[in-house]
């Protein structure tokens, strides 16, 4: 009896361990690029465009979804991802190369729920509701999932919507393309969640035609407003990349299609997913 007893207590400890490493092995937040201009890894392609997918505190988000729908529901089974099991999309803008593969990946999870700014065109609605889909409608800032915002409506040329997770590490900022300007957009993030830095900037910079004045200007204020990591994909330019590299240094990174982002413990580790689901850290 008193062996039975041993036997239990001790294979309740095991149990709690093993629950407690389990719990432990999960990152605070993981981010991993599906559509760039660029590739992290030579089985997923380049296309002009946009997407990135989030997971946080139990919760998976797809901000924008490039301009090739096939590619990107081919990049989403070469990283294992099954489009079910994304629960919100945000779309940033009105752009085909960060809207159309929405659409696809609805009709593969008709459960998702897709998030449109309201002044997007009348085609964007009409397209969904072919598809069955009804988009809330997106004005103001609101909050996505737990801890997963939504800045709303930020005027630009056209206007833009960007996420922003509060971390334990601070602020972790996605943008689309900054069409109202990168500046602009951290500016509006940090106001509305009441904080002074943002710790990682990933998305497109919209920079790819702006004079290099007009760029280390850009990162004079990004550096003022305290963005400590810089990650700039899609639209930002090669110049800008340069740019970004050597006035950030190892706070730099570059995106792709395959790479991702781990916030853990305080640390930031960027790597790119293997098929062979090994990561490769930079």
């Keep these: ?26 990152p605070e937040l993981e981010i991993l690029v599906l559509f760039d201009n660029t590739s992290a890894r030579e089985d997923l392609h380049r296309s002009w465009g946009f997407s990135a997918l989030i997971d946080f505190r139990g919760h998976r988000v797809l901000f924008d979804a490039g301009s090739d729908p096939i590619l990107l529901l081919e990049h989403l089974e070469k990283l294992q991802i099954d489009p079910k099991s994304i629960e919100q999309a945000v779309i940033s803008h009105q752009h085909g190369d960060h809207l159309r593969g929405v659409y696809w990946v609805f009709e593969k999870n008709p459960k998702m729920t ?34 997963i915002y939504s800045t709303g409506i930020v005027d630009g040329k056209p206007p833009e919507q960007s996420l922003v997770i509060e971390t334990s590490q601070g602020l972790v900022m996605l943008v689309g393309c900054s069409h109202p300007g990168v500046v602009n957009l951290v500016e509006t993030a940090q106001s509305q969640r009441k904080q002074d830095s943002i710790h990682l900037l990933l998305g497109g910079f919209h920079m790819l035609r702006n004079h290099p004045n007009e760029i280390k ?19 930002s330019g090669d110049l800008a990349k340069e740019l970004f590299q050597s006035a950030y240094g190892d706070q730099f990174n570059t995106a792709g299609a395959g790479r991702r982002f781990v916030l853990d413990k305080g640390r930031l580790v960027i790597s790119t997913l293997k098929a062979t689901n090994e990561a490769t850290d930079k």
């Design 1 to 26: 009896m008193r062996f039975l007893i041993q036997l239990c207590a001790i294979t309740a400890v095991l149990f709690c361990l093993s629950a407690g490493h389990a719990r432990a092995a999960k």
């Design 217 to 235: 200007d850009a990162i004079t204020q990004l550096k003022d407003l305290k963005v400590t990591n810089a990650v700039p994909a899609h639209c």
């Design 114 to 147: 897709v998030h449109f700014l309201d002044n997007f065109p009348d085609e964007a609605f009409r397209r969904a509701a072919a598809v069955g889909m009804k988009p809330r409608r997106v004005k103001g800032p609101f909050e996505v999932a737990p801890g």
